[in-house]
Protein backbone atom coordinates (compact mmCIF):
# COMPACT_ATOMS: atom_id res chain seq x y z
CA UNK A 1 0.00 0.00 0.00
CA UNK A 2 1.27 3.32 -0.86
CA UNK A 3 2.66 5.05 1.80
CA UNK A 4 0.93 8.60 0.94
CA UNK A 5 -2.57 6.97 1.59
CA UNK A 6 -1.90 6.31 4.98
CA UNK A 7 -0.97 9.31 6.16
CA UNK A 8 -4.67 10.21 5.13
CA UNK A 9 -6.22 8.31 8.42
CA UNK A 10 -4.83 10.51 11.21
CA UNK A 11 -7.24 13.48 10.10
CA UNK A 12 -10.09 14.40 12.33
CA UNK A 13 -13.83 12.85 11.44
CA UNK A 14 -15.72 15.52 10.49
CA UNK A 15 -19.68 15.70 11.53
CA UNK A 16 -21.80 14.03 9.45
CA UNK A 17 -25.62 14.28 9.21
CA UNK A 18 -27.25 11.44 10.78
CA UNK A 19 -28.31 9.13 7.60
CA UNK A 20 -24.67 8.51 6.98
CA UNK A 21 -23.36 7.48 10.37
CA UNK A 22 -25.42 4.38 9.54
CA UNK A 23 -23.07 3.69 6.92
CA UNK A 24 -19.79 4.93 8.58
CA UNK A 25 -18.81 4.98 11.99
CA UNK A 26 -14.86 4.87 12.97
CA UNK A 27 -12.84 4.34 15.78
CA UNK A 28 -13.95 3.14 19.77
CA UNK A 29 -15.73 -0.54 20.45
CA UNK A 30 -18.84 0.20 19.00
CA UNK A 31 -17.93 1.36 15.27
CA UNK A 32 -19.12 -0.79 12.66
CA UNK A 33 -16.85 0.58 10.54
CA UNK A 34 -17.43 1.10 6.71
CA UNK A 35 -20.49 -0.10 5.33
CA UNK A 36 -20.65 2.89 2.40
CA UNK A 37 -20.95 0.57 -0.95
CA UNK A 38 -22.48 -3.38 -1.18
CA UNK A 39 -19.25 -4.72 0.14
CA UNK A 40 -19.98 -3.45 4.06
CA UNK A 41 -16.45 -5.02 4.27
CA UNK A 42 -16.77 -2.77 8.03
CA UNK A 43 -13.07 -1.73 7.96
CA UNK A 44 -12.11 0.49 10.40
CA UNK A 45 -10.07 2.82 7.84
CA UNK A 46 -8.66 4.67 10.93
CA UNK A 47 -5.82 1.93 11.16
CA UNK A 48 -6.64 -0.43 8.04
CA UNK A 49 -7.97 -0.09 4.22
CA UNK A 50 -11.15 -2.10 2.80
CA UNK A 51 -11.48 -3.11 -0.64
CA UNK A 52 -11.44 0.21 -1.88
CA UNK A 53 -8.01 1.15 -1.39
CA UNK A 54 -9.05 4.08 0.40
CA UNK A 55 -7.96 5.74 4.24
CA UNK A 56 -9.76 7.64 6.79
CA UNK A 57 -9.65 11.18 5.12
CA UNK A 58 -9.98 12.45 1.33
CA UNK A 59 -6.77 11.19 -1.66
CA UNK A 60 -7.53 12.07 -4.80
CA UNK A 61 -5.67 12.75 -8.31
CA UNK A 62 -6.90 15.38 -10.56
CA UNK A 63 -9.36 18.06 -10.42
CA UNK A 64 -9.90 20.10 -13.69
CA UNK A 65 -12.36 21.13 -16.35
CA UNK A 66 -12.89 17.85 -18.46
CA UNK A 67 -14.74 17.99 -21.86
CA UNK A 68 -14.87 14.12 -22.38
CA UNK A 69 -18.29 14.00 -20.49
CA UNK A 70 -21.24 13.51 -22.63
CA UNK A 71 -22.62 16.84 -24.09
CA UNK A 72 -25.28 17.80 -21.57
CA UNK A 73 -22.45 17.35 -18.84
CA UNK A 74 -19.60 18.63 -20.11
CA UNK A 75 -21.27 21.63 -22.46
CA UNK A 76 -18.45 23.74 -23.75
CA UNK A 77 -16.82 24.95 -20.63
CA UNK A 78 -16.10 21.49 -19.09
CA UNK A 79 -17.71 19.32 -16.30
CA UNK A 80 -16.08 20.57 -13.18
CA UNK A 81 -14.59 16.75 -12.44
CA UNK A 82 -12.48 15.72 -9.35
CA UNK A 83 -11.23 12.25 -9.70
CA UNK A 84 -11.22 10.37 -6.50
CA UNK A 85 -8.69 7.36 -5.85
CA UNK A 86 -9.54 3.80 -5.34
CA UNK A 87 -12.99 2.12 -6.32
CA UNK A 88 -15.38 -0.25 -4.40
CA UNK A 89 -14.91 -2.31 -7.81
CA UNK A 90 -12.35 -4.49 -9.16
CA UNK A 91 -12.71 -4.19 -12.57
CA UNK A 92 -9.85 -6.30 -14.58
CA UNK A 93 -10.19 -3.78 -17.71
CA UNK A 94 -10.21 -0.26 -16.24
CA UNK A 95 -8.81 2.53 -17.75
CA UNK A 96 -8.23 5.03 -14.85
CA UNK A 97 -6.01 1.54 -13.05
CA UNK A 98 -3.99 3.81 -11.54
CA UNK A 99 -6.11 5.38 -9.40
CA UNK A 100 -8.44 3.01 -9.10
CA UNK A 101 -6.16 -0.23 -7.76
CA UNK A 102 -3.02 1.30 -7.48
CA UNK A 103 -4.38 3.90 -5.42
CA UNK A 104 -2.39 6.67 -6.98
CA UNK A 105 -3.42 10.58 -5.48
CA UNK A 106 -3.03 13.41 -2.61
CA UNK A 107 -4.19 13.06 0.80
CA UNK A 108 -6.52 16.66 1.04
CA UNK A 109 -8.45 18.29 3.43
CA UNK A 110 -12.24 18.71 3.80
CA UNK A 111 -11.39 22.40 3.93
CA UNK A 112 -8.80 21.89 0.84
CA UNK A 113 -11.74 19.86 -0.68
CA UNK A 114 -14.69 22.47 -0.58
CA UNK A 115 -11.94 25.27 -1.67
CA UNK A 116 -11.49 22.90 -4.54
CA UNK A 117 -15.41 23.08 -5.64
CA UNK A 118 -15.58 27.10 -5.76
CA UNK A 119 -12.13 27.10 -8.30
CA UNK A 120 -13.86 24.38 -10.49
CA UNK A 121 -16.90 27.33 -10.59
CA UNK A 122 -15.05 30.33 -10.68
CA UNK A 123 -13.21 28.37 -13.83
CA UNK A 124 -16.79 28.13 -15.49
CA UNK A 125 -17.59 24.97 -14.92
CA UNK A 126 -21.18 23.54 -15.60
CA UNK A 127 -21.17 21.51 -12.31
CA UNK A 128 -19.26 19.79 -9.90
CA UNK A 129 -18.27 15.80 -11.00
CA UNK A 130 -17.49 13.56 -8.71
CA UNK A 131 -15.54 10.45 -9.75
CA UNK A 132 -15.70 7.66 -7.64
CA UNK A 133 -16.93 9.39 -4.93
CA UNK A 134 -18.49 6.81 -2.47
CA UNK A 135 -15.78 5.52 -0.47
CA UNK A 136 -15.08 9.69 0.65
CA UNK A 137 -18.44 10.03 1.56
CA UNK A 138 -18.04 11.19 5.14
CA UNK A 139 -15.85 13.55 3.98
CA UNK A 140 -17.13 14.86 1.16
CA UNK A 141 -20.46 15.63 2.70
CA UNK A 142 -19.30 18.12 4.83
CA UNK A 143 -17.45 19.78 1.97
CA UNK A 144 -20.26 20.39 -0.04
CA UNK A 145 -22.17 21.49 3.27
CA UNK A 146 -19.57 24.12 4.02
CA UNK A 147 -20.00 25.32 0.46
CA UNK A 148 -23.63 24.94 0.31
CA UNK A 149 -24.55 28.51 -0.03
CA UNK A 150 -21.99 29.39 -2.62
CA UNK A 151 -22.21 26.37 -5.01
CA UNK A 152 -24.90 27.68 -8.01
CA UNK A 153 -24.05 25.12 -9.69
CA UNK A 154 -25.46 21.06 -9.91
CA UNK A 155 -23.48 18.15 -7.94
CA UNK A 156 -22.76 15.41 -10.27
CA UNK A 157 -22.36 11.83 -8.81
CA UNK A 158 -20.38 9.92 -11.41
CA UNK A 159 -19.91 5.97 -10.15
CA UNK A 160 -19.94 2.22 -11.28
CA UNK A 161 -23.65 2.00 -10.48
CA UNK A 162 -21.92 -0.41 -7.22
CA UNK A 163 -23.94 1.45 -4.50
CA UNK A 164 -26.36 0.63 -2.15
CA UNK A 165 -29.81 2.07 -1.99
CA UNK A 166 -29.93 3.53 1.20
CA UNK A 167 -26.65 5.66 0.91
CA UNK A 168 -28.15 7.04 -2.70
CA UNK A 169 -30.99 7.67 -0.53
CA UNK A 170 -29.54 9.81 2.04
CA UNK A 171 -27.41 12.00 -0.88
CA UNK A 172 -30.64 13.36 -2.25
CA UNK A 173 -30.18 16.72 -0.57
CA UNK A 174 -26.18 16.85 -2.38
CA UNK A 175 -26.63 15.24 -5.65
CA UNK A 176 -28.62 16.89 -8.50
CA UNK A 177 -27.58 14.56 -11.19
CA UNK A 178 -26.85 11.45 -11.40
CA UNK A 179 -24.40 9.35 -13.89
CA UNK A 180 -23.94 5.97 -13.24
CA UNK A 181 -22.52 2.96 -15.27
CA UNK A 182 -25.15 0.02 -15.39
CA UNK A 183 -22.32 -2.50 -16.45
CA UNK A 184 -23.73 -6.14 -15.75
CA UNK A 185 -26.35 -8.44 -15.50
CA UNK A 186 -25.01 -11.94 -15.31
CA UNK A 187 -23.10 -12.47 -11.99
CA UNK A 188 -20.73 -14.72 -13.37
CA UNK A 189 -19.64 -12.16 -15.16
CA UNK A 190 -19.36 -9.11 -12.94
CA UNK A 191 -18.04 -11.73 -10.52
CA UNK A 192 -15.37 -12.52 -13.07
CA UNK A 193 -14.64 -8.99 -14.52
CA UNK A 194 -15.15 -6.94 -11.16
CA UNK A 195 -15.12 -9.27 -8.30
CA UNK A 196 -18.41 -8.56 -7.67
CA UNK A 197 -21.09 -11.44 -8.08
CA UNK A 198 -23.76 -9.22 -6.33
CA UNK A 199 -23.09 -6.35 -9.00
CA UNK A 200 -26.58 -6.19 -10.37
CA UNK A 201 -28.36 -7.49 -7.47
CA UNK A 202 -27.38 -4.08 -6.19
CA UNK A 203 -26.89 -1.74 -9.25
CA UNK A 204 -30.83 -1.94 -9.95
CA UNK A 205 -32.09 -1.09 -6.92
CA UNK A 206 -29.41 1.96 -6.74
CA UNK A 207 -30.40 3.11 -10.34
CA UNK A 208 -34.14 2.34 -9.37
CA UNK A 209 -33.85 5.05 -6.46
CA UNK A 210 -31.74 7.61 -8.66
CA UNK A 211 -34.23 7.54 -11.31
CA UNK A 212 -37.22 7.95 -8.42
CA UNK A 213 -35.61 11.01 -6.61
CA UNK A 214 -34.34 12.85 -9.77
CA UNK A 215 -37.51 12.81 -11.89
CA UNK A 216 -37.23 13.62 -15.54
CA UNK A 217 -34.09 15.30 -17.32
CA UNK A 218 -34.33 18.82 -16.76
CA UNK A 219 -31.88 20.82 -19.02
CA UNK A 220 -31.59 24.43 -19.35
CA UNK A 221 -31.63 26.75 -22.11
CA UNK A 222 -28.07 26.03 -23.29
CA UNK A 223 -28.93 22.02 -23.06
CA UNK A 224 -26.79 21.74 -20.08
CA UNK A 225 -28.12 18.86 -17.36
CA UNK A 226 -29.31 20.65 -14.19
CA UNK A 227 -31.53 17.29 -12.93
CA UNK A 228 -31.45 13.60 -13.87
CA UNK A 229 -29.83 10.59 -14.55
CA UNK A 230 -27.81 9.22 -17.31
CA UNK A 231 -27.12 5.73 -17.34
CA UNK A 232 -24.13 4.62 -19.10
CA UNK A 233 -23.06 1.43 -20.60
CA UNK A 234 -19.84 0.32 -21.89
CA UNK A 235 -20.22 -2.68 -24.84
CA UNK A 236 -17.56 -5.33 -24.04
CA UNK A 237 -15.94 -7.06 -26.59
CA UNK A 238 -17.53 -10.66 -26.91
CA UNK A 239 -20.48 -10.01 -24.46
CA UNK A 240 -23.05 -8.08 -26.44
CA UNK A 241 -25.25 -10.41 -25.39
CA UNK A 242 -25.38 -9.13 -21.75
CA UNK A 243 -25.35 -5.77 -22.80
CA UNK A 244 -29.08 -6.91 -24.40
CA UNK A 245 -30.19 -8.45 -21.36
CA UNK A 246 -29.50 -5.08 -19.66
CA UNK A 247 -31.37 -3.23 -22.30
CA UNK A 248 -34.60 -5.65 -21.82
CA UNK A 249 -34.21 -4.62 -17.90
CA UNK A 250 -34.12 -0.93 -18.83
CA UNK A 251 -37.00 -1.31 -20.86
CA UNK A 252 -38.86 -2.90 -18.53
CA UNK A 253 -38.07 -1.80 -15.31
CA UNK A 254 -37.49 2.01 -15.02
CA UNK A 255 -40.29 4.50 -16.31
CA UNK A 256 -39.84 6.10 -19.90
CA UNK A 257 -38.74 9.07 -20.31
CA UNK A 258 -37.27 9.85 -17.32
CA UNK A 259 -33.39 9.04 -17.88
CA UNK A 260 -31.22 8.99 -20.48
CA UNK A 261 -28.87 6.27 -21.65
CA UNK A 262 -25.44 6.35 -22.60
CA UNK A 263 -24.37 3.29 -24.56
CA UNK A 264 -20.74 3.92 -24.71
CA UNK A 265 -18.07 2.03 -28.03
CA UNK A 266 -14.91 3.57 -25.94
CA UNK A 267 -13.28 -0.09 -24.92
CA UNK A 268 -9.73 0.16 -25.15
CA UNK A 269 -7.27 -3.13 -24.37
CA UNK A 270 -4.94 -1.34 -22.34
CA UNK A 271 -2.69 -4.37 -20.65
CA UNK A 272 -3.35 -7.93 -21.70
CA UNK A 273 -5.71 -10.11 -19.52
CA UNK A 274 -4.34 -13.50 -19.57
CA UNK A 275 -7.98 -14.93 -18.14
CA UNK A 276 -9.89 -12.80 -20.40
CA UNK A 277 -8.45 -13.34 -24.08
CA UNK A 278 -11.61 -11.50 -25.64
CA UNK A 279 -10.84 -8.57 -23.86
CA UNK A 280 -7.52 -7.98 -26.02
CA UNK A 281 -9.14 -6.00 -28.75
CA UNK A 282 -11.71 -3.40 -29.34
CA UNK A 283 -15.13 -4.03 -29.66
CA UNK A 284 -16.14 -4.11 -33.34
CA UNK A 285 -18.79 -2.05 -35.40
CA UNK A 286 -21.22 -5.13 -35.51
CA UNK A 287 -21.08 -5.69 -32.24
CA UNK A 288 -22.05 -2.00 -31.11
CA UNK A 289 -24.22 -1.37 -33.91
CA UNK A 290 -26.63 -4.95 -32.91
CA UNK A 291 -26.67 -3.04 -29.12
CA UNK A 292 -27.51 -0.07 -30.42
CA UNK A 293 -30.15 -1.24 -32.69
CA UNK A 294 -31.60 -3.16 -29.90
CA UNK A 295 -31.99 0.06 -27.52
CA UNK A 296 -33.68 2.05 -30.55
CA UNK A 297 -35.75 -1.76 -31.11
CA UNK A 298 -37.14 -1.19 -27.33
CA UNK A 299 -37.73 2.49 -27.26
CA UNK A 300 -34.93 3.66 -25.53
CA UNK A 301 -33.82 6.30 -27.75
CA UNK A 302 -33.16 8.84 -24.90
CA UNK A 303 -29.70 9.37 -24.06
CA UNK A 304 -26.14 9.07 -26.51
CA UNK A 305 -24.68 6.94 -28.72
CA UNK A 306 -20.56 7.59 -29.18
CA UNK A 307 -18.69 7.07 -32.57
CA UNK A 308 -16.26 3.88 -33.13
CA UNK A 309 -13.42 6.74 -32.93
CA UNK A 310 -14.38 7.36 -29.22
CA UNK A 311 -12.31 4.36 -28.63
CA UNK A 312 -8.76 5.73 -27.92
CA UNK A 313 -6.29 6.06 -24.74
CA UNK A 314 -6.63 10.24 -24.93
CA UNK A 315 -10.04 10.57 -23.51
CA UNK A 316 -8.29 9.09 -20.29
CA UNK A 317 -6.68 12.48 -18.31
CA UNK A 318 -3.33 12.19 -17.11
CA UNK A 319 -2.84 12.09 -13.63
CA UNK A 320 -0.69 14.27 -11.85
CA UNK A 321 -2.53 15.64 -9.07
CA UNK A 322 -3.66 18.58 -11.43
CA UNK A 323 -5.65 21.35 -9.36
CA UNK A 324 -5.23 19.99 -6.13
Not at 264 to 273: A, D, E, N
Request: proline share 9%; charged share 20%; net charge neutral.
Amino acid sequence: MPDHLLSGGSRPMPELPAPFTDFYQSGGPSSTGCRLCPRCCGADRAVSFGYCQAPAGIVAARAALHPWEEPCISGTRGSGTVFFSGCTLGCVFCQNYQISREAFGKPISVSRLSEIFLELQEAGAHNINLVTPTQYLPWIVPALDAVRDRLAIPVVYNCGGYERAEVVAALAPYVDIWLPDLKYQDPALSASLSQAPDYFAAAHKAIRQMVLQTGPPELDGDGIMKRGVIIRHLVLPGHRDDSIRLLHWLAGALPKGQYYISLMSQYTPYRKIPEHPELDRRITRYEYDQVVEEALRLGLDLGYMQKKSSAKEEYTPPFGLQGL
